[in-house]
């Protein structure tokens, strides 16, 4: 499984309309960025309570890319 799938999986798993979920893969030389994107509507579950959820998925994604040997960003957009 790679990083955008896993990112997939994990939102997917958050919100109630699942088929509004999409990540995109920005490949830099050191940097992959992933862009997380959902329903307006359930930004919320997503991000979580003080942003809790959203820490929490990024320290996944930050522990998952080193195997890669490349730093991860996730960003949550609108």
Do not use: C
Request: hydrophobic share 45%.
């Amino acid at each position: 499984m790679d990083l955008k799938e896993l990112i997939e999986l994990m939102a997917k798993a958050l919100v109630d309309q699942p088929d509004q979920v999409s990540v995109s893969e920005i490949d830099g030389e050191r940097t992959i960025v992933f862009e997380l994107r959902v329903d307006k509507t359930e930004l919320g579950k997503v991000i979580g309570k003080d942003g809790k959820t959203a820490r929490a998925m990024r320290t996944i994604i930050t522990a998952a890319s080193m195997k890669a040997g490349k730093r991860a960003v996730l960003e949550i957009l609108e």
